[in-house]
């Protein structure tokens, strides 16, 4: 009897010493194809998962077109692995956001649905709520405790008040931009207010959607303000990033 007490003991410390030394990690990958879409980054939704993990303190790297830093060049398991898939819905867009390690091993899933019509609106509002369920327990997997700043642009709009006072000043290159908030979302014009660039609406906790003629991708701010777009480009594999920076 006293064997079976101390054989039961060992086993529940070492099952509770499993369970709270959940392993962290500084890296995360993510494909620029998932395998239920039939082209790369397919309703930006690649480039939005990259911006979400790193939105929760991942230093985020595309499986294609990036390098490495040589510690996880050398050493795959550094990283944990992001996925995505559909699952079946009759009338819902459902996704299910998934981590894996170097060994194949499924670490968190966690699910997300919308009821949006327009497929790129669906596919984005489904992944924004899998990856939301993540941010509850994402402290468990990253290594790093920074928490991502985000910076607060709110204007306080006057009617009376001018178009250049209202807007923020953004350049890129030898070009000028001007930034409006719009609510939560935020609208960038060209030509002092004549002309809009692109428009950006917000996704989820500091990260927003930005679309414009030429480049549908996933915004955020940097501590500093300036504004940085991310997107893939159709005739190149790496992930292009736009800067606005901020005057």
């Not at 030394?21 to 690649?46: C, D, G, L, M, R």
């Not at 414009?212 to 159709?234: H, R």
Request: proline share 2%; with cysteine.
């Amino acid at each position: 009897m006293k064997q079976f007490f101390i054989v039961f003991f060992i086993s529940i410390t070492v099952f509770s010493f499993a369970q709270n030394s959940q392993k962290k990690y500084k890296y995360a990958i993510v494909p620029v194809q998932y395998i239920f879409t039939s082209e790369p980054n397919q309703f930006q939704i690649n480039v939005l998962t990259r911006v979400l993990l790193q939105n929760e303190g991942f230093e985020v790297y595309m499986n294609e077109g990036e390098e490495l830093p040589q510690k996880l060049a050398e050493n795959k398991c550094y990283a944990l692995k992001a996925n995505v898939i559909k699952d079946k819905g009759l009338f819902t867009t459902n996704l299910r956001f998934q981590l894996f390690n170097c060994y194949g091993n499924l670490v968190y899933e966690s699910a997300g649905s919308s009821r949006e019509k327009a497929y790129k609106d669906a596919y984005q509002e489904a992944l924004r709520k899998a990856i939301g369920e993540f941010q509850s327990v994402s402290y468990k997997f990253v290594k790093s405790n920074l928490e991502e700043e985000t910076v607060n642009t709110t204007i306080e709009i006057k009617e009376d008040l001018p178009f250049e006072e209202l807007a923020k000043i953004y350049t890129n290159g030898e070009k000028s931009y001007w930034l409006l908030k719009n609510n939560e979302d935020y609208i960038l014009y060209i030509d002092k207010g004549e002309n809009i660039l692109a428009t950006l609406k917000q996704a989820d906790k500091g990260t927003y959607a930005y679309d414009s003629a030429d480049i549908d991708g996933a915004a955020y701010f940097t501590p500093d303000g300036d504004l940085v777009v991310e997107y893939l480009a159709k005739n190149k594999d790496a992930v292009q990033k736009l800067v606005y920076k901020r005057q």
